[in-house]
């Protein structure tokens, strides 16, 4: 079943709001490893339905070991499916053998108890096991007040902020060749900076298709400075003017509120579509907020 383009969209940019929340907690309690990222920490999403999935892919991302649980039979098995989850066990304890393994190597894993978030959050006070990270929300539980009470750090979605831009680019068609060569020019227009931000965006780029997958299909994003944005459009019109990038790539940039839709045309295309005139470099269109 094809997912509607708008749902895509969605889905990406709430994981990157999420993915933002948690560098942005993880950075100001010292929990960011310049190189592993969140490798080590131990995240716990809560239910995996509703913004469950987001949640988790963000912290694949981000490289955190992620706990979540479901009493529904359906959802963790179709979160196995979308590639959100690695893992569906039975118990806390087998769910526990296999985080305490890849938190140890500080790699990414992300587990589902099939219980209900209340049992397995018992369970956790009671064998005495501590998130780094909670996810956001109302607190209105005892287990998450004395997770808290004790050194546990709940995330708060974060928007762009002031100098920062949101990319997200597709490809009109051919997106296993022509995403990655899309994804190498972003890279590139990060630069080179030591700062935590700016290795979380290199991280993002490396991750993020992988951990995303088919829930954002064809779709690519990135949080960067206003600056990188700038040079990353005006790369893709250059190589799209000149034929390196042959096919017709769509970019929308956001930033405080505004979203302008970025258009680019190989000249052959623009040709072939009976166009007047061919054109020396690509225009721009602008569109209203994207979802």
Same mark, same amino acid.
């Given at each position: 079943?094809?997912?509607?383009?708008?749902?895509?969209?969605?889905?990406?940019?709430?994981?990157?709001?999420?993915?933002?929340?948690?560098?942005?907690?993880?950075? %100001?309690?010292?929990?960011?490893? =310049?190189?592993?990222?969140?490798? $080590? %920490?131990?995240?716990?999403?809560?239910?995996?339905?509703?913004?469950?999935?987001?949640?988790?892919?963000?912290?694949?991302?981000?490289?955190?070991?992620?706990?979540? @649980?479901?009493?529904?039979?359906?959802?963790? %098995?179709?979160?196995?499916?979308? $590639?959100?989850?690695?893992?569906?066990?039975?118990?806390?304890?087998?769910?526990?053998?296999?985080?305490?393994?890849?938190?140890?190597?500080?790699?990414?894993?992300?587990?589902?108890?099939?219980?209900?978030?209340?049992?397995?959050?018992?369970?956790?006070?009671? &064998?005495?096991?501590?998130?780094?990270?909670?996810?956001?929300?109302?607190?209105?539980?005892?287990?998450?007040?004395?997770?808290?009470?004790? $050194?546990?750090?709940?995330?708060?979605?974060? @928007?762009?902020?002031?100098?920062?831009?949101?990319?997200?680019?597709?490809?009109?068609? @051919?997106?296993?060749?022509?995403?990655?060569?899309?994804?190498?020019?972003?890279?590139?227009?990060? $630069? *080179?900076?030591?700062?935590?931000?700016? &290795?979380?965006?290199?991280?993002?780029?490396?991750?993020?298709?992988?951990?995303?997958?088919?829930?954002? !299909?064809?779709?690519?994003?990135?949080?960067? *400075?206003?600056?990188?944005? &700038?040079?990353?459009? #005006?790369?893709?019109?250059?190589?799209?003017?000149?034929?390196?990038? @042959?096919?017709?790539?769509?970019? +929308? !940039?956001?930033? +405080?509120?505004?979203?302008?839709? +970025?258009?680019?045309?190989?000249? *052959?295309? +623009? =040709?072939?579509?009976?166009?007047?005139?061919?054109? #020396?470099?690509? &225009?721009?269109?602008?569109?209203?907020?994207?979802?």
């Amino acid at each position: 079943m094809t997912m509607d383009v708008n749902l895509i969209r969605s889905f990406a940019a709430t994981v990157d709001w999420l993915h933002a929340g948690l560098i942005q907690t993880a950075t %100001k309690n010292s929990f960011l490893d =310049r190189e592993r990222g969140l490798g $080590g %920490k131990l995240f716990y999403a809560g239910d995996i339905d509703g913004m469950g999935s987001a949640l988790v892919v963000a912290a694949n991302i981000a490289g955190a070991a992620t706990l979540t @649980a479901s009493a529904d039979p359906f959802a963790p %098995k179709q979160a196995i499916r979308d $590639g959100v989850i690695d893992f569906l066990v039975t118990s806390l304890d087998e769910a526990l053998r296999i985080l305490k393994n890849e938190i140890r190597k500080c790699l990414p894993v992300a587990v589902c108890v099939g219980l209900s978030p209340e049992q397995v959050e018992r369970e956790m006070l009671e &064998r005495g096991v501590l998130p780094d990270l909670l996810p956001p929300g109302t607190v209105d539980s005892f287990q998450y007040e004395a997770f808290l009470e004790v $050194g546990a750090r709940q995330i708060e979605p974060a @928007a762009a902020a002031r100098g920062q831009s949101v990319l997200m680019w597709s490809v009109a068609e @051919a997106p296993a060749r022509w995403l990655p060569r899309l994804d190498a020019v972003a890279d590139e227009c990060l $630069g *080179q900076s030591p700062n935590l931000e700016n &290795r979380s965006a290199h991280r993002w780029l490396r991750m993020a298709p992988r951990y995303l997958g088919r829930l954002a !299909l064809g779709v690519r994003l990135l949080r960067c *400075q206003e600056l990188s944005a &700038r040079r990353f459009l #005006d790369r893709v019109s250059e190589q799209v003017a000149t034929g390196e990038i @042959a096919v017709p790539v769509e970019i +929308h !940039l956001s930033g +405080h509120g505004d979203s302008i839709r +970025h258009c680019f045309t190989p000249p *052959q295309a +623009h =040709r072939k579509s009976g166009g007047l005139t061919p054109i #020396d470099r690509p &225009r721009s269109q602008s569109a209203s907020t994207i979802p």
